[in-house]
C-alpha cells in the first residue's frame, strides 16, 4: 500500500537550514504531483510548495527563494531544502501526494489523498 515517510525536522535558531525528506513506498514517486504542507498550532494547513511529475516547482510566496523542492527517483525520496530559516515557518511539514496524479493542477490540501505522519520543524529567534 502506499506509505509515505517524513524524516529531517528539528529544531533551529533564525537563520539556518534544514533539509527534510519524504520516503514514499506502494508506487513510483516519479507518477504523482508531491507536495509539502505545513500546520502551526491555531493554523491551517497550507500547502508550501510542490512538484509535478515533469519537475516543474510551485512555492507559496514567503518561502520563494529560501526553500527547494526536489525529488529522486530512483530513491523514491521528495526533498525539501529549507535555507535562511524564519521562526514564523516553524510547525508540523507533512508530504502529500496528488489525488490526480501526473499534473499539479490543485495546491489545496484536499487535491492531496496520501499523507505522511509529519515531521516537527521549530524555528528559534
Known amino acids: 500500500q502506499v506509505q509515505l515517510v517524513e524524516s529531517g525536522g528539528g529544531s533551529v535558531q533564525a537563520g539556518g537550514s534544514l533539509r527534510l525528506s519524504c520516503a514514499a513506498s506502494g508506487y513510483s514517486l516519479s507518477t504523482y504531483c508531491m507536495g509539502w504542507f505545513r500546520q502551526a498550532p491555531g493554523k491551517e494547513r497550507e500547502g508550501v510548495a510542490r512538484?509535478?511529475?515533469?519537475?516543474?516547482?510551485t512555492y507559496i510566496d514567503s518561502v520563494k527563494g529560501r526553500f527547494t523542492i526536489s525529488r529522486d527517483n530512483a530513491k523514491n525520496t521528495v526533498y525539501l531544502q529549507m535555507n535562511s530559516l524564519k521562526p514564523e515557518d516553524s510547525g508540523v511539514y507533512y508530504c502529500?501526494?496528488?489525488?490526480?496524479?501526473?499534473?499539479?493542477?490543485?495546491?489545496?490540501?484536499?487535491?492531496?489523498?496520501?499523507w505522511g505522519q509529519g515531521t516537527q520543524v521549530t524555528v528559534s529567534s
Open positions: 502529500a501526494r496528488a489525488r490526480r496524479g501526473f499534473w499539479c493542477v490543485d495546491g489545496q490540501a484536499t487535491a492531496f489523498d496520501y
Open positions: 512538484i509535478g511529475g515533469d519537475g516543474r516547482t
